[in-house]
């Protein structure tokens, strides 16, 4: 299945020039794990950065430059920054994992590795260890939806991406299913609700804390923390 929602140019541009943060890169590299239009996409970003590159007056190079160069292409080889596509149809065999590979590294396992800890009835979250974040203000977390649930309503006092790794939710927005990707602001006060049926389980970045804003939510905000 191909995602219907996609990160915009300027995600996919930052993360062929390499400029993305470290949580942000994250979110969008698992995107590209589950979608082949937008791994095409960055594909021609880089091209269109090393034709860039190609017409600037070359500079003398250190002796070392080109081994570090190569040591540096094994190991994107290897790790793979730009994933294999290991997309799961839905209904695919329990044995394809549900966390595309940049996300399993992080996470350590696939999702029943996952220490969740209860937020609200319903509503479980994981932080996910994420090195270098300026400051940690910028956090991504797994977050899993029982099925029907709605998560409270809320508004973003940053960015919020969501990117949905199993089942689906619904928001004024539109409709997310596996591999898409919802991007909200400071002007959305949103409320998803899980599809009937399955756990949704997404993976979300925020760089700053969610504020609720139901009547009785906000009550609970000096003590309720996404
Ligand atoms: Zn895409």
Redesign the pocket.
């Known amino acids: 299945m191909i ?1 219907a929602h ?2 915009d140019d300027a995600l996919l541009a930052g993360y062929a020039a390499g400029t993305l943060d470290e949580v942000t890169g994250l979110v969008v590299a698992t ?2 794990a589950l ?1 082949p ?2 791994r095409n996409a960055v594909a021609l970003f880089e091209a269109v950065g090393g034709a860039l590159l190609d017409d600037v007056e070359p500079a003398p190079m250190a002796p070392d430059a080109l081994p570090a160069v190569m040591a540096r292409l094994d190991r994107e080889d290897a790790g793979g920054r730009l994933p294999a596509a290991d997309a799961r149809p839905d209904g695919a065999p329990e044995s394809v994992p549900a966390l595309p590979r940049p996300l399993r590294d992080y996470v350590g396992g696939d999702l029943d590795a996952v220490r969740w800890k209860r937020l609200i009835r319903g509503v479980d979250l994981y932080d996910i260890p994420v090195g270098s974040t300026g400051g940690g203000r910028i956090k991504a977390r797994l977050m899993r939806i029982k099925g029907g649930v709605a998560v409270p309503q809320h508004t973003h006092e940053g960015i919020e991406l969501t990117l949905v790794l199993a089942g689906g939710f619904s928001d004024a927005s539109g409709h997310y299913r596996r ?1 898409d ?1 919802a991007c909200s602001d400071a002007e959305v006060d949103h409320r998803p609700v899980a599809d009937e049926g399955a756990d949704c389980v997404c993976v979300t970045l925020t760089d700053a804390p969610l504020r609720l804003t139901g009547p009785l939510m906000r009550l609970l905000n000096p003590f309720v923390r996404f």
């Open positions: 995602p996609h990160p995107h590209l979608c239009a937008c591999g990707l």
